[in-house]
């Protein structure tokens, strides 16, 4: 009796250090969220694309006792939900449930996580959908989405951080049932985990959740060092050909030295919302480009990973990294081909719009970094930032998922964190940041482009031929004189262009 109470009070409380918790007794809900320290840098060699496997393989397939299908049916009247989502270096999935169904739903959570079924008419439909996407739907799907990842694969290349989340063509043909079951065991263990809680919910079920997740494996998981970006020679150009694509998507990228856990990140907050806060219209880069010229759809800077940015107008949690890059993110211009389709005037342009609209978003930066932001333009952007960053953290959820990665970053609450730092700084704070992070002459650029403009595209960086805006007649007729006169500027701002690849469409995330 000694020894079972001894081993029970053991297993509530080892993992005390790593619980988070966010109680909240007027919430109707209950979210949990289990972070592994373990994401798809621990991939082997030739399998990328396992841990992925893995978290989706529990939370799309059945548990010992009950079916996938089965699972569903049960929680729908519920309104219960999960997922997995795995990023570079963590793993998490997240549970949430109205209190009053807790209890009914919490044993399909304990399932799921401590005793998925792995069956094989699982397996074989969530591989055959991440195979799908690797091979299809990357391509396919958002050339925005496709431009990003072929950023990565760049920037990170030769590093456990180069594929994507969802792996390489070949590594996923390599994965085998028996590799989840392994990679589950060895990797989703209770020692590289951080329990989060959020809602109303009592000591008591706390106390059994503690108990419970430390039942999964005893596994001391050796996690690899994570990769660091590569420093370009230069500015470096990929451009991906491929037939039927819509413009041209543009994703810039260089290494960045800190991340939120340096306060110099406050700093650059506010310059990066300047120059171009995800989504915001009042951005330099977005007026410049998209509400001055008509261009594209928008125009945005970044100073950390952004997941999903074509679906989230927030930046959400969940995807806290170690390696980091500065990025600028132009959504598709204009290509040769179309304009000349529109426009009888432009009918003999060899190249559409990207080697300008590039040429302008690096200007950009490069003033930023020359001549710094002004007091008022500094005031302005640290007022709205101020008030801003306090929507990240408008649920539940995200509460309590940016308090798990505060923690990942030796922060205790990054959003408060930064408020308060925020408060202190001043215009040259920020403009010593600027100066010390951020840099244009060595990037580099990924542009997914139609086959037909990518010869001549390459061939213009390469030259550093001037690129004059094209615009319609009547378009240009109706902008002011400053427009042009900066156009002409812009036209043949140098780039520090060193390489230039064109790569198949076909090629890529072999």
């Not at 060699?45 to 799309?60: C, F, P, V």
Request: hydrophobic share 40%; net charge positive.
């Amino acid at each position: 009796m000694k020894t079972l109470l001894l081993t029970i009070v053991f297993a509530a409380t080892m993992f005390a250090q790593d619980v988070v918790e966010l109680k909240q007794p007027n919430s109707n809900k209950v979210v949990i969220k289990l972070m592994f320290r373990n994401g798809s840098i621990t991939d082997p060699k030739g399998k990328e694309g396992l841990t992925s496997a893995t978290a989706n393989l529990i939370t799309q397939g059945g548990t010992k006792e009950m079916t996938y299908s089965a699972i569903q049916e049960m929680i729908y009247p519920w309104a219960a939900g999960y997922y997995s989502q795995v990023d570079k270096e963590v793993s998490i999935f997240a549970f949430v449930v109205h209190v009053d169904f807790l209890d009914k739903f919490y044993p399909i959570m304990k399932g799921l996580m401590l005793t998925p079924a792995f069956a094989e008419n699982d397996f074989q439909r969530v591989m055959k959908n991440q195979q799908n996407y690797v091979d299809q739907v990357i391509r396919a799907s958002s050339d925005e989405e496709y431009s990003k990842k072929a950023l990565e694969d760049l920037l990170f290349r030769g590093t456990n951080y180069q594929s994507m989340v969802q792996g390489k063509s070949e590594g996923v043909k390599n994965i085998t049932l028996d590799d989840i079951k392994t990679h589950y065991a060895a990797m989703f263990t209770k020692n590289n985990l951080t329990i989060g809680i959020a809602g109303r919910y009592t000591d008591a079920f706390l106390k059994q959740l503690k108990t419970d997740v430390g039942m999964l494996s005893a596994a001391k998981p050796v996690l690899p060092k994570p990769g660091k970006a590569v420093m370009p020679k230069g500015i470096e150009v990929e451009i991906i050909a491929k037939d039927g694509a819509f413009g041209s998507a543009i994703f810039t990228g260089t290494p960045l030295a800190i991340t939120r856990s340096s306060n110099d990140f406050a700093a650059l907050m506010v310059a990066n919302s300047y120059l171009g806060e995800h989504r915001k219209s009042y951005g330099q880069l977005y007026q410049k480009l998209r509400e001055i010229r008509s261009m594209n759809y928008g125009d945005y800077s970044y100073i950390e990973w952004y997941n999903n940015g074509g679906g989230y107008m927030l930046p959400p949690s969940g995807v806290p990294r170690q390696s980091n890059y500065f990025a600028l993110w132009i959504r598709p211009v204009q290509i040769a081909k179309q304009l000349h389709q529109q426009y009888e005037e432009l009918k003999d342009i060899k190249i559409g719009h990207a080697h300008y609209s590039l040429r302008m978003a690096v200007r950009e930066v490069d003033l930023l970094i020359k001549k710094g932001m002004t007091k008022e333009d500094f005031e302005a952007t640290r007022t709205f930032l101020r008030s801003y960053i306090k929507l990240y953290v408008a649920t539940p959820a995200e509460q309590l998922g940016y308090l798990m990665d505060s923690r990942f970053y030796g922060r205790k609450d990054y959003i408060k964190e930064m408020d308060n730092l925020l408060a202190k700084l001043t215009a040259s704070d920020v403009n010593k940041a600027i100066k010390k992070y951020w840099r244009t002459d060595n990037m580099f650029v990924t542009i997914v482009t139609d086959r037909s403009e990518a010869d001549e595209l390459a061939k213009s960086l390469k030259e550093n031929t001037p690129s004059p805006m094209s615009y319609s007649n009547i378009v240009k007729a109706g902008l002011p004189k400053e427009v042009l006169d900066e156009d002409d500027i812009v036209a043949i701002f140098p780039l520090n262009v060193k390489k230039v690849t064109i790569v198949d469409s076909k090629d890529t995330f072999k």
